[in-house]
Structure formats: C-alpha cells, structure tokens
C-alpha cells in the first residue's frame, strides 16, 4: 500500500519514524526540503500533507503526525489501538506531543554563567531571548582564543593549528561552544558533561533566590547548542545526582527528543566508614 511505501521511504532516510516526528514537531527545514524536494515520493507528501493560503505552502502537522502512528495501528479500525496514556482532544499522547514541555522562570533568558572560581557568588542577570536580542547575540558571536599552549608535541605552534588539531579549551563554556560551533557543527560524536549538581554545598553560586531555575536556564543554554554539534548518530552523556536529575530528564527530552532518550546508568560511589553510598547518574540520548 502507498502509505507503507511512505513510511518506509521516511523511515530510510530519517532511521526511525520517532526522529521524524520530532524533526515535524520542530519544524525542522531539513525534514521539509526532504519531502518537497528530495523525496521520490515528493508529490504525494506534498498533496497530502501540505496545504496553499496566500501562495505559501503551509504544513498540515497533526495531519502528518496521525499519520506517523499508523505504522502502530497495523489492520486496527480503531486509533486507540495499542495506545495507553494521557493525550490531547487530537489523541496525541503527551509523551510524544512537543506541547507538554517543562516551564520554570527565566527559562526564556540566557545566563552567561561567568563566575570564574568555586567560592565566588554572582547574582548574572537573565538575558530575555526578546528584549536582549542584541545582548544575547553579542555574547554567542565568535571569540577570539588566545594564550594558545601546544601540549607534548615538539612543532610550529601555527602549523599544527592547520590541521585541527585536539583542543583543550580554558573558559567560560557557553562561549567557548558558540565560538566552535560553525567548525564543528553536526561532527562530534559523544558528548560528556559533568555540571555543577546544584546541591547547595557545590560550586554552582550564582542567584540564590531563584536557584533552581538558574540552574535549569544554565543547563537549557548549554544543552542547546550541544545539540548543534551533535552528529545524527551521536550521543551525549550528562552527569548528575538526585538533586536535579528528574528536572534534568524532562529538560533534555524536549532538547533532544523523548523518542531519544537511550538510558539512566547509575554507578555508586565507593563507600566511605559510617557514611552512606551515594549514586552518580548518567542521563544518554
């Protein structure tokens, strides 16, 4: 049937329909030059799932997502087949709907993150994505790397910077991943990361008023453009405990797509006389 014939042809191209989905939630121009341009199937998504107002194309997107979950249904004539869960009017289930995303204050706001030693205190403000548009681009436009230090190789220092060499880079992070993301944008293919817990007694010292939403807006800056330098194959590991980690896996999954979401490895930590094991967490998409 042509429908499988569909299905099959995003499947190909995207590797999983679950991708897909995500790719339309966020309507994703990369999903969108595949079904109108690349696609042999090109004219039938075109008619199918794309509508003309005013001589512009405009995408059909619960028609389309309905039509993702079709694959599911198999020869059911029923839409509630195989489907347990708590969903909108449209029978979307919430787990695969972008519209249930975790809010907190200031999530729609940068934080530079520019404390420089453990001790120190810093009460940032927020940069608002609308109101600091200027503010903001500033801040994530390419910096300068300086005070370069070539490590165990005996050579021209600006030789070996020819070849795009290993780059360990001292910094203020969320400067330092804007500064490299047009070089390694969509090449890197593990990611690791080990935050500040937000525990309280840890080096994250910055807005005690609103201390967990710094620490999600904090995150939120950085886990984004991680996500742009991802490959598709990619993986990226985070590191918490139990202080954060919830928060921090409704976060990552409107980020990086619950369909995404690999594993949680736990690893306790050795045991100290009298003193209880604690876990280490590791978040995998």
Request: charged content about 30%; aromatic content about 12%; overall charge neutral.
């Amino acid at each position: 049937m042509l429908k499988d014939k569909l299905l099959q042809d995003l499947e190909e191209h995207f590797e999983t329909l679950g991708q897909v989905r995500n790719l339309a939630q966020n309507y994703d121009e990369k999903l969108f030059d595949y079904l109108l341009e690349q696609s042999k199937h090109k004219e039938e998504f075109k008619s199918r799932f794309f509508i003309f107002s005013k001589k512009t194309l405009v995408f059909k997107l619960n028609d389309f997502l309905n039509f993702l979950d079709l694959r599911s249904l198999g020869g059911s004539f029923t839409s509630y087949a195989n489907k347990i869960g708590l969903a909108n009017k449209t029978k979307s289930l919430l787990k695969t709907n972008n519209e249930v995303v975790l809010n907190f204050a200031f999530k729609d706001g940068v934080i530079k993150g520019g404390q420089s030693k453990d001790e120190q205190k810093s009460k940032e403000i927020f940069f608002n994505e609308i109101l600091a548009r200027d503010e903001i681009d500033v801040l994530f436009d390419k910096k300068a790397l300086q005070n370069f230090e070539l490590i165990g190789e005996n050579k021209n220092l600006q030789e070996y910077l020819k070849d795009n060499p290993n780059l360990l880079i001292k910094g203020n992070n969320l400067l330092a991943l804007h500064s490299l993301k047009k070089l390694y944008a969509n090449k890197v293919k593990l990611i690791y990361i080990d935050p500040p817990y937000n525990t309280g007694n840890d080096s994250f010292n910055y807005n005690d008023k609103f201390n967990h939403s710094t620490w999600l807006a904090f995150m939120k800056n950085r886990l984004e453009v991680a996500r742009e330098f991802l490959r598709d194959d990619g993986v990226i590991f985070v590191q918490c405990d139990d202080n954060e980690q919830a928060y921090l896996k409704v976060l990552m999954d409107e980020i990086f797509g619950r369909d995404n979401f690999l594993r949680t490895i736990n690893i306790k930590k050795k045991q100290s006389a009298g003193v209880g094991q604690d876990a280490f967490i590791f978040r995998c998409y």
